[in-house]
C-alpha cells in the first residue's frame, strides 16, 4: 500500500504566499489545474488552505473584490494534516469523516503536498485493480 510520501513525489506542489490577493490565488489554481492551494508565510510555513470551496462561500457569496482582498482574509484557518508514512487509506477516511477534498501532507516539520479525494481514489481503484489480477492469476493457476 502506498504511502502519502509516494503520491506526493508523484506530483508537484503549488502554492501561494500569504499577502497575496485573492485573484493571484484564483490565477494560480487555474494555471496549474488544482481545487486547492496551502498559504504559506515568507518562512515556508503552512498558515492556512484556499480551495474552490473557500472561493465560492467566503468570496463570491460575499461580492469581496479579489484584487484587493488578501488571502490571509479568506483561507481556511486551522487545517488538518497527515503526514507523509500515513497510508492512502487512512488518509481517506478522515477526508470523509470530516467532508473534506484536499489534505495538506507533511515530512516532519516540511510539507511535501497536497493530496486530492481524486488522487487518493485513483490510488484506491489502482490497488483493487492489482489485486483482482492477482486473485484472478490464482484461480487460473490453481484450476
Known amino acids: 500500500m ?6 506526493c513525489n508523484e506530483k508537484e506542489m503549488f502554492y501561494v504566499n500569504t499577502g ?3 485573484y493571484e ?10 481545487g486547492a492551494v496551502p ?3 515568507e518562512g515556508g510555513k503552512l ?7 473557500d472561493l465560492m462561500t467566503r468570496c463570491a457569496a460575499k461580492k469581496l473584490d479579489l484584487e484587493n482582498t ?3 482574509e479568506v483561507m481556511t484557518k486551522g487545517v488538518i494534516l497527515m503526514e507523509a508514512h500515513d497510508s492512502y487509506s487512512d488518509c481517506m477516511k478522515i477526508m470523509q469523516q470530516e ?6 501532507v507533511r515530512d516532519g516539520e516540511k510539507l511535501i503536498g497536497v493530496v ?3 488522487d487518493l481514489m485513483a490510488e484506491d481503484a489502482e490497488e483493487k485493480k492489482q489485486e483482482i489480477e492477482n486473485l484472478n492469476s490464482y484461480i487460473y493457476y490453481y484450476k
Do not use: Q, W, Y
Open 2 to 7: 502506498k504511502s502519502l510520501r509516494d503520491i
Open 20 to 22: 497575496m490577493s485573492i
Open 25 to 34: 490565488a484564483v490565477c494560480t489554481m487555474v494555471k496549474n489545474n488544482v
Open 39 to 41: 498559504v504559506l508565510d
Open 47 to 53: 498558515r492556512g488552505i484556499f480551495s474552490e470551496r
Open 70 to 72: 488578501k488571502i490571509d
Open 99 to 104: 467532508g473534506i477534498r484536499h489534505m495538506p
Open 116 to 118: 486530492s479525494i481524486r
